[in-house]
């Protein structure tokens, strides 16, 4: 199996104009939908929520990196294992191919209800990627491996969570919705019953469960929505990378739905 997809992916982009072109070109042709200047790129997600190296410039403010958590220059380390670190994959605790540590999946509640028909155990890794910092339990700062361009005398003291408590250890000390925005909605919690089910097998595969649609390729749907082998999970509505996007959704709201469901 291999592990790195994303960074292999990553590499080859970056080696020559002619393979970025070459993955421009396939982009184009499997995602007929996209218009061309929407060709997929990683580094969208600069100046984004997700670049937790720019969120002071972002805010207007030097309120966040160098208060609230580290600055560990370099964005895309707080999910990706740096590439000076690819040695280093599987640390006790890691998510597997994942620079962030594994929150105890047997504490989530996941979805049920009378009509559902899928299985549903606990979250897969990808999906505990997310929670990792979505459940409120660890600070966006936890990552595996700090990378390179970290200056180790720049640790800040303190490391909040995604959290709207009103302590030392929760970003909810400014994000009240007085001082800050308020970030209690971005916390999804433990108990994820209240949203869309997670790391399922997706029941248009074979036609499993009536009322969904065939997707379009094993990865999913040629509007983006993408499913990873075969499962539903946080990444096949969201796509960190792309803020252009409402939510960071993959497709419109009042496409997504309707990419799987009938009705
Ligand atoms: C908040 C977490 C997060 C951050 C930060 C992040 N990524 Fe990702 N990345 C993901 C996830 C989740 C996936 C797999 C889902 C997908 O394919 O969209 C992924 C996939 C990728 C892929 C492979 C996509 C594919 O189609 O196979 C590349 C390349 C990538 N990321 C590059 C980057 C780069 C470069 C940065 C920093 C500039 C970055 N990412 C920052 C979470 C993140
Ligand atoms: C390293 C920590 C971290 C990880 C991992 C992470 N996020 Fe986030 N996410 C954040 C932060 C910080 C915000 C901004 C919160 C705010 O605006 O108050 C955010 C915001 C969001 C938003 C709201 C965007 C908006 O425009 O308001 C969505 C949706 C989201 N994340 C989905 C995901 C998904 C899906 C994954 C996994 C693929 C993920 N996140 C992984 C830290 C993280
Ligand atoms: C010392 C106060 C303070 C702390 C602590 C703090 N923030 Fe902020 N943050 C602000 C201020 C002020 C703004 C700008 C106003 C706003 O966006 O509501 C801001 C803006 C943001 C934004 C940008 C919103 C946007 O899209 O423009 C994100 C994302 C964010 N904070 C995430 C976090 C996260 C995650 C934490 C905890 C790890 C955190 N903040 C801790 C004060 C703080
Ligand atoms: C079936 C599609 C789907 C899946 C799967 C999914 N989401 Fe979302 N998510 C959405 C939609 C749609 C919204 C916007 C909801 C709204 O605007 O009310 C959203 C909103 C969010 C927000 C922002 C909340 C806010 O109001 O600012 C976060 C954070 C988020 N999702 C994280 C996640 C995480 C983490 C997972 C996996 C545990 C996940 N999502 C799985 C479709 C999905
Ligand atoms: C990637 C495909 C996909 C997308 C996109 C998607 N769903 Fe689903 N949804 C499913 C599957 C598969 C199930 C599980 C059906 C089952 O097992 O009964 C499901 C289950 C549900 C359920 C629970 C049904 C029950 O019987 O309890 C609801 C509600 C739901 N989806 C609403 C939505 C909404 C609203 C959206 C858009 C924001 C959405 N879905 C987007 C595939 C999808």
Redesign the pocket.
């Known amino acids: 199996m291999n592990l790195y997809p994303q960074t292999n992916r990553l590499i080859n982009n970056r080696r020559t104009s002619f393979g970025l072109l070459l993955s421009a070109l396939s982009l184009i042709i499997s995602f007929q939908l996209y218009a061309a200047d929407n060709v997929w790129d990683p580094n969208k997600i600069l100046g984004s929520k997700h670049d937790l190296t720019s969120l002071n410039k972002r805010a207007g403010a030097d309120a966040m990196e160098g208060v609230a958590f580290t600055n560990l220059n370099n964005a895309c380390v707080y999910c990706h294992i740096p590439e000076e670190d690819l040695d280093n994959k599987n640390k006790s605790g890691q998510i597997p191919s994942w620079n962030r540590f594994r929150p105890i999946s047997k504490n989530y509640k996941m979805y049920k ?1 009378n ?4 299985k549903s155990g606990e979250p897969n890794d990808i999906s505990l990627l997310c929670l990792s910092c979505h459940d409120g339990g660890m600070s966006v700062d936890r990552v595996v491996n700090t990378g390179s361009h970290w200056n180790s005398g720049k640790e800040q003291t303190l490391h909040m969570r995604i959290s709207g408590n009103n302590d030392l250890e929760s970003c909810g000390k400014c994000h009240d919705g007085s001082v800050a925005h308020d970030i209690t909605v971005k916390e999804l919690g433990t108990n994820l019953t209240n949203d ?2 997670i790391s ?1 097998r ?2 248009g595969l074979n036609m499993t ?1 009536n009322g ?1 649609k065939s997707p379009d390729g094993l990865d999913g749907f040629n509007n983006g ?1 993408k499913l990873f082998n075969g499962y ?1 999970e946080c990444a ?2 969201h796509d960190i990378h792309n803020p252009d996007k409402k939510m960071l959704l993959r497709t419109d709201t009042e496409s ?2 309707r ?3 009938n009705n």
């Open positions: 209800s009509t559902f028909d899928s869309h089910p399922i997706y029941a469960i969904f929505v539903i096949t509505c997504l739905c990419t799987c469901h």
